[in-house]
């Protein structure tokens, strides 16, 4: 079963200091890899996928089959980006379900 | 814009009750499912389906049951509430086709459920 870790629960920095949140995957294969993005009262939603290759709101992810990682980085913080983020992945050619990560809620203070 | 809807955004039951939760998606989605969602846990997939009357087991499937009458509801179904299913309940839905990005999934804005 594919297995996804984000193994910080709570990440606090600073306005414009630069933030990474980790994500791990355990699929061997070749994945599909996302981040998911909920801010305070509003709905889960897609921030980013890998096969996109965007910058969403600043932010990047990319993958590194070598480590299995996705890690999502933003150069500098803003207050807004203060929210829950989910890493997910699913096996490419497989069904159309993904795996979620446990979610890290990131904190960017004035 | 897809637009994923949920009968309640609060509801508190009994411990033995019955409960119904809807979802409703406005997109012609061929998939869809139901998340159990709690802190330090994440999301935890309960069920889902692909298809009209068509319903998969996610990883806890327990005390629960589903059923997808017509491809646009999903509805989640606690036969006999228990304390332990305290937790906010987020449906998805997700294409299903359409190439690169059939498999990205649009949430419901949440049901919190208490049982009491």
């Known amino acids: 079963a594919q297995r996804v870790t984000q193994p910080e629960k709570l990440l606090s920095v600073f306005k414009g200091a630069p933030v990474e949140l980790k994500c791990n995957y355990s699929?061997?294969?070749?994945?599909?890899l996302f981040w998911y993005v909920q801010y305070s009262r509003q709905r889960l939603q897609l921030l980013l996928r890998?096969?996109s290759r965007e910058s969403i709101k600043g932010f990047t992810a990319d993958l590194n089959k070598g480590e299995t990682s996705f890690h999502l980085k933003k150069p500098f913080a803003q207050e807004e980006d203060s929210a829950m983020y989910y890493c997910?992945?699913?096996?490419?050619?497989?069904?159309?379900?993904?795996?979620f990560g446990r979610g890290t809620s990131l904190i960017v203070h004035p | 814009d897809v637009k994923v809807t949920q009968s309640s955004r609060y509801l508190v039951k009994r411990t033995g009750e019955k409960v119904f939760l809807e979802c409703v998606q406005d997109m012609d989605h061929e998939n869809m499912f139901w998340y159990r969602q709690d802190p330090g846990l994440g999301l935890r997939l309960i069920y889902f389906?692909?298809?009209?009357?068509?319903?998969e087991k996610g990883d806890i499937p327990e005390g629960y049951s589903v059923s997808r009458e017509k491809k646009e509801r999903f509805s989640l179904i606690l036969e006999s509430a228990s304390t332990n299913q305290t937790s906010m309940y987020l449906c998805?839905?997700?294409?299903?086709?359409?190439?690169?990005?059939?498999?990205?999934?649009?949430f419901g804005p949440g049901t919190r459920l208490t049982v009491l």
């Open positions: 997910a992945s699913r096996a490419s050619g497989g069904s159309y379900i993904p795996t």
């Open positions: 998805a839905s997700s294409p299903g086709t359409g190439g690169s990005l059939a498999d990205t999934q649009y």
């Open positions: 890998h096969i």
């Open positions: 389906s692909y298809d009209v009357k068509m319903k």
């Open positions: 699929y061997s294969g070749s994945p599909e």
